[in-house]
């Protein structure tokens, strides 16, 4: 994963973690490029994996990636660096940024709060999900997840199942 810095004296406020190219490769590894759509204009991508039905179990949902990260952020990251082209032709003449970008601002702005809410949602499910499974309180899990030292959420399962494997009847 390649996260970019910037200079401390840069003025753009919009300032993405990641490259472009790291940012393409990413989408075109795990999704597909959307057809436009006048409902959803504002997204450019669909998973390649469709989630699973509620009906499903936890394990199979955290294998099928239910609840990874959220693709709206780095999407939002891509619109973020062409506004931050525009940003960098236009300045310091704020009206004519203003009226090339304000498309590229709103969907940014419907970006994040899809990511919100999409992360909020497969959060909240994590939590019931794990609950339900492993017989154990969201304090239990919090604490768990503080002290975990892998980086997914499979990891995350597999340290369950062991902590549950090695409990007394």
Same mark, same amino acid.
């Given at each position: 994963?390649?996260?970019? &810095? ?7 406020? @919009?300032?993405?973690?990641?490259? &472009? &190219? ?5 989408? *075109? ?15 450019? @991508? ?37 506004? #931050? #082209?525009?940003? *960098?032709? @236009? ?34 499910? /994590? /939590? ?5 499974? /492993?017989?154990?309180?969201? *304090? ?30």
């Amino acid at each position: 994963m390649e996260i970019l &810095e910037y200079d401390k004296n840069d003025t753009c406020p @919009y300032k993405p973690l990641h490259t &472009e &190219e790291w940012l393409n490769k990413f989408f *075109k590894k795990n999704f597909n490029k959307m057809t436009y759509n006048r409902f959803m204009w504002w997204k450019s @991508y669909t998973p390649k994996t469709k989630p699973l039905p509620n009906s499903a179990s936890f394990h199979a949902k955290v294998m099928n990636g239910d609840f990874d990260l959220s693709p709206h952020k780095f999407e939002a990251e891509i619109v973020e660096h062409r506004l #931050r #082209r525009k940003w *960098k032709k @236009y300045y310091p003449d704020m009206s004519d940024f203003l009226e090339d970008a304000r498309m590229d601002i709103a969907r940014r702005k419907r970006l994040l709060e899809d990511h919100e809410k999409d992360e909020n949602k497969k959060l909240d499910t /994590f /939590f019931r999900s794990a609950m339900k499974t /492993f017989d154990v309180t969201k *304090k239990e899990i919090n604490d768990t997840i503080d002290s975990f030292g892998g980086d997914t959420i499979e990891e995350l399962y597999i340290h369950f199942q062991k902590k549950l494997e090695n409990q007394p009847y």
